[in-house]
């Protein structure tokens, strides 16, 4: 398949290295502009972002919460047979508050009205180091699984397909209305559950609790400055979403 990126970060980095390794053909583009990619390992064909949108089949957007407004007018350029992928999450001390979401939009509802079109929520409840490091074949025994959320189920079918090409186990999360299932706060998140495990954590979210387990967890791992080991994010989360 033909795949466009925008966000040559970690998520967006890790991802164009896989699907170049499962024969896909990827464009990746920085938001800002060609030269911020200048100097940067990456795999895949670096490009303008007026050119990643062109003569692809998916398109997945990974920038930051925040910056997702500001590429509309990229978006608006993407034929409507174009799968459209986002991985990102709120985080309010980074994005800034936003007002709608505060006041209990789903996250996912509100890219998708500020993109203009709808999307398919995929990656955004993995730590990268899971997704570069933890994919294994299918029918391994514990194999991670992701959950994906999404109104369109053949876009889904196609975009669950493709995680499993990169080594995980998928659920369907159900629609984009329910994609707060996975998000920041809840117990599918970052957690490295088994397919089964994480079907069970997507019914035991609770959207009261989200933003305050959300934050619980940032704090915890701010207040020590030292790096922390992918494992020790994963039981954190564990403990706290668990709780």
């Known amino acids: 398949m033909r795949f466009g990126i925008i966000g040559a970060g970690i998520i967006g980095s890790i991802l164009s290295e896989k699907l170049v390794e499962n024969r896909h053909d990827v464009k990746i583009a920085d938001a800002r502009g060609i030269e911020r990619l200048e100097g940067k390992e990456l795999t895949g064909t670096p490009v303008s972002v007026e050119e990643v949108v062109t003569n692809i089949d998916v398109l997945i957007i990974s920038i930051p919460f925040y910056a997702l407004p500001s590429i509309r007018d990229v978006v608006d350029k993407v034929g409507e047979e174009v799968i459209v992928v986002d991985t990102s999450n709120y985080y309010p001390e980074r994005d800034n508050k936003i007002e709608e979401i505060e006041n209990g939009m789903v996250e996912s509802i509100w890219v998708s009205n500020q993109l203009g079109r709808p999307i398919i929520k995929a990656f955004n409840n993995i730590l990268a180091y899971t997704l570069e490091n933890k994919g294994t074949p299918e029918g391994t025994n514990g194999r991670i699984a992701i959950s994906i959320a ?6 889904k079918q196609i975009i669950m397909n493709i995680v499993n090409e990169l080594g995980f186990d ?11 299932r996975q998000q920041p706060g809840t117990p599918a998140y970052y957690t490295e559950l088994t397919k089964e495990e994480l079907t069970k954590a997507l019914l035991k979210a609770n959207k009261e609790k989200a933003s305050f387990l959300r934050d619980k967890a940032r704090a915890d791992l701010s207040a020590d400055p030292v790096e922390h080991s992918n494992e020790y994010i ?3 989360y564990r403990e706290i979403y668990n709780s």
Request: charged share 10%.
């Open 150 to 155: 999404g109104n369109n189920l053949s876009q």
């Open 170 to 180: 998928t659920v369907d999360s159900g629609s984009l209305s329910d994609s707060w």
């Open 234 to 236: 994963v039981n954190l």
